[in-house]
């Protein structure tokens, strides 16, 4: 088998350190809007630990990861990009090695195994390795079959040093609000340690058996951190709509905690397991549900009117003013931001539209591409005050940061004008008792009324 060029992801990178802490971390705080984790206190950095990770976001996903997780993670990415030798330095120091599959060869999959031994070395050193176990990203919450990388990895870790590795694996969910928009938010939990010695005599018996093993309880503790919906036809959409329409029933009901995102991940994670006991005690009560569901979102959509918005039935008064009151005063910073960023804004979107027709692969292009041209236009514009600005040099860091403020009002002043209309049409509807109105709730509660009705 030939040498690869794997370099060494098992030691401290400072490139590494230099380059997340310094450059990507900066713009990752500013392309989501609200971030949760919860779960770190159970990485134990003195146990060898791979982090199995639900996949829907394509390169999103281990992005997410190192903007959560301070700790460098040591990653597996599709060959051919090792193909490209002037990468070879971008993924030497954020620790991605290759993994080669039968679209590359039948005989790279020989790779493979050099590859692995790599990784034993990494979880050796008491490094973070993260794995997607599904293999392959797509846009659906649910947990497809996983496959079989890391139990061979943990099996061949273990053999080699004599069952005595004591290795964890932690499963983590990733949680987007939104796959695509800027600014959305993202909610990450990390499960508790599913150690491996419980598997040693399975492993010194029959490693095939333990391979099962450890990857049914791999999507067992996966499934405990994500939100899971079974349903492989229509009624996943079905499922998908009422996990927000009858969140608030939810989180109420079982008194969830914690701040927004950690609420409404653990009222949609309810919900479903509520929808699918249902479905397993009632075939077909989902598909009975389907059609009113499916009319409600559609009567949003028309009228241009949000779950969330429908569900409060309507917006406080208050929050109506004060919304109105930013919307005055962030106007100038709007167009501040209009002016600095608008082009980069533009031209990545255009990129992300251009380069793929996978929808969550879009995503991850205008951040990468984002990432790039906002840190070449930072240089100029921060060169251009130095010059022409007749201010002391190191006011150009206020500058700076000036720039990073003006680009979130940028990307959320629209919505927030959008959204504050939408409050006063609604509440002038209700008011009214406009037709259109009365019918989103009517559908609501009707909706709600059957949900509400199963968990009495």
Excluded at 135 to 158: C, S, Y
Excluded at 360 to 369: A, C, E, H, R
């Amino acid at each position: 088998m030939a040498k690869l060029p794997l370099g060494n992801p098992e030691k401290f990178k400072f490139s590494h350190f230099y380059l997340r802490n310094f450059w990507f971390l900066l713009w990752f705080k500013l392309w989501y809007k609200d971030i949760t984790i919860i779960g770190k206190e159970h990485l134990d950095r003195k146990t060898p630990t791979i982090l199995a990770i639900n996949h829907q976001n394509t390169a999103m996903d281990p992005l997410v990861l190192c903007g959560t997780i301070f700790r460098q993670i040591t990653w597996l990415a599709r060959a051919d990009l090792y193909k490209k030798k002037f990468l070879l330095p971008i993924l030497h120091a954020f620790k991605i090695l290759p993994i080669f599959r039968q679209r590359d060869g039948i005989k790279s999959l020989e790779n493979n195994d050099i590859v692995f031994e790599k990784v034993v070395e990494v979880i050796s050193a008491r490094k973070l390795v993260g794995l997607f176990p599904e293999g392959t990203h797509w846009g659906f919450r649910r947990l497809r079959q996983t496959r079989k990388g890391i139990p061979k990895i943990v099996i061949l870790a273990e053999t080699k040093n004599n069952y005595d590795m004591d290795i964890n694996i932690n499963p983590v969910g990733i949680y987007y609000d939104d796959y695509v928009s800027i600014r959305s938010n993202l909610f990450v939990k990390i499960g508790e340690p599913i150690p491996m010695r419980q598997f040693i005599a399975s492993m010194q018996e029959t490693p095939q058996v333990a391979e099962n093993e450890i990857r049914l309880a791999i999507e067992d503790g996966m499934r405990n951190v994500m939100i899971d919906i079974p349903q492989m036809d229509d009624t996943y959409y079905t499922v998908d709509n009422l996990r927000r329409i009858c969140r608030s029933v939810t989180a109420e009901k079982f008194a969830c905690q914690g701040n927004k995102l950690t609420r409404d991940y653990s009222a949609d994670k309810k919900t479903v397991e509520i929808l699918e006991q249902k479905e397993n005690e009632s075939a077909g009560f989902l598909a009975s549900l389907s059609d009113k569901v499916e009319a409600y979102v559609q009567l949003l959509k028309r009228t241009d009117y949000s779950i969330d918005l429908a569900d409060k039935n309507g917006a406080d008064a208050f929050q109506v003013i004060w919304n109105c009151m930013k919307i005055v005063a962030l106007f100038p910073f709007f167009i501040c931001g209009a002016v600095l960023w608008s082009g980069i804004y533009l031209l990545t979107k255009k990129l992300g539209n251009t380069l793929t027709k996978d929808v969550q692969f879009k995503n991850s292009i205008m951040f990468v591409t984002s990432l790039v041209m906002s840190s070449l236009w930072y240089k100029i514009l921060a060169v251009l005050w130095i010059i022409f600005v007749p201010l002391p040099w190191w006011t150009v860091f206020f500058f700076l940061f000036f720039l990073y403020v003006v680009w979130c009002v940028f990307i959320d002043y629209p919505r927030l004008a959008k959204r504050t209309w939408r409050e006063i049409s609604f509440n002038c509807g209700l008011v009214s008792k406009k037709p259109q109105i009365m019918d989103i709730c009517n559908k609501r509660d009707e909706i709600k009324g059957i949900f509400t009705s199963m968990i009495k």
